[in-house]
T-cell receptor, first 112, second 115 residues
Framework: GESVGLHLPTLSVQEGDNSIINCAYS??????FIWYKQESGKGPQFIID?????DKRQGQRVTVLLNKTVKHLSLQIAATQPGDSAVYFC???????????FGTGTKLQVIP | GAVVSQHPSWVICKSGTSVKIECRSL??????MFWYRQFPKQSLMLMAT?????????EQGVEKDKFLINHASLTLSTLTVTSAHPEDSSFYIC???????????FGQGTRLTVV
């Protein structure tokens, strides 16, 4: 079936450095993508989203890049802080549907 | 952003009993809510789509008679785990969206432990 997956299960980054978390998706019909942050024992928290008619979107310290040609999504976190330590999920939502399909997740560890 | 609240945050129950988890959208109406299950160090797996005023739509492999979903109003959906067993122990999370193709807001999750 269609799926959304991640390349790296764990990412360790020095505090202050930039982080890049990658995601591959397989549903070519996907037109809305979301990045979520999940801290231990909590529900996912929305970070940033992007629609398929865009290839880049920036937020505060975060940037999402979308490459529809290779079905690849990435989340860039600038000046990574200890509070950024969490599991990050990419998720996909197809037009006309509301349900969100999650990728496998990447654990980001920030080294002080 | 919108607020989705789950209750309880954690529950311990005996094997064979039933447990009800509530999901409320506090500041918006949600005709559709979603229930996920998450095992340790794994991703969220969609269990079912809860539709206000109609039957829930279950994902393949999810037993509808075991996981009863009721969406009685535009702000409340409940998930009842019936005859719970230790293998049902998991982190259950709900979400709600204002409309099609919009961000989903998640509850804080419910940790269920069946002993």
């Amino acid at each position: 079936g269609e799926s959304v997956g991640l390349h790296l299960p764990t990412l360790s980054v020095q505090e202050g450095d930039n982080s890049i978390i990658n995601c591959a998706y397989s549903n070519s019909a996907s037109d809305y993508f979301i990045w979520y942050k999940q801290e231990s024992g909590k529900g996912p928290q929305f970070i940033i989203d992007i629609r398929s008619n865009m290839d880049k979107r920036q937020g505060q310290r975060v940037t999402v890049l979308l490459n529809k040609t290779v079905k690849h999504l990435s989340l860039q976190i600038a000046a990574t802080q200890p509070g950024d330590s969490a599991v990050y999920f990419c998720a996909e939502n197809s037009g006309g549907y509301q349900k969100v399909t999650f990728g496998t997740g990447t654990k980001l560890q920030v080294i002080p | 952003g919108a607020v989705v609240s789950q209750h309880p945050s954690w529950v311990i129950c005996k094997s064979g009993t039933s447990v009800k988890i509530e999901c409320r959208s506090l500041d918006f109406q949600a005709t559709t809510m979603f229930w996920y299950r998450q095992f340790p160090k794994q991703s969220l797996m969609l269990m079912a789509t809860s539709n206000e005023g109609s039957k829930a739509t279950y994902e393949q492999g999810v037993e509808k008679d075991k996981f009863l979903i009721n969406h009685a109003s535009l702000t409340l959906s409940t998930l009842t785990v019936t005859s719970a067993h230790p293998e049902d122990s998991s982190f259950y999370i709900c979400s709600a969206q204002r409309g099609l193709g919009t961000e989903a807001f998640f509850g804080q999750g419910t940790r269920l432990t069946v002993v």
